[in-house]
């Protein structure tokens, strides 16, 4: 089993940069494929990206590909999202993510979610 805590939200005006981080509980993490998702007021969860157990591996959802990155320190239990080029439409509550399969973008796929962080990207 595995704890996750998400950081690092807040508000940022558009064309700007924030780094979410997701600190991980438990002596499994490297155990993991690490995942991103978002969920906007009124809409369904999305897929924002994911990382392979080593980190040697990422996929992202459309919507962000070439402006967010995933990154992972297995050493300290972290998993983050850097996100360049924000857009209103950004704007959600984010949720880390673990599970153990790979290649998936459906929120069924991942085992254990952090509570979430709100990003409000202001026009």
């Known amino acids: 089993q595995v704890q996750l805590v998400e950081s690092g939200g807040g508000l940022v005006q558009a064309g700007g940069s924030l780094r979410l981080s997701c600190a991980a509980s438990g002596r499994t993490f490297n155990s993991y494929n690490m995942a991103w998702f978002r969920q906007a007021p009124g809409k369904e969860r999305e897929f924002v990206g994911a990382i392979s157990r080593n980190g040697g591996f990422t996929y992202y959802g459309d919507s962000v590909k070439g402006r967010f990155t995933i990154s992972r320190d297995n050493a300290k239990n972290t998993v983050s999202l850097q996100m360049n080029s924000l857009k209103p439409e950004d704007t959600a509550v984010y949720y880390c993510?673990?599970?153990?399969?790979?290649?998936?973008?459906?929120?069924?796929?991942?085992?254990?979610w952090g509570q979430g962080t709100q990003v409000t990207v202001s026009s």
């Open positions: 993510a673990a599970g153990t399969d790979w290649g998936s973008k459906l929120s069924g796929a991942f085992r254990y």
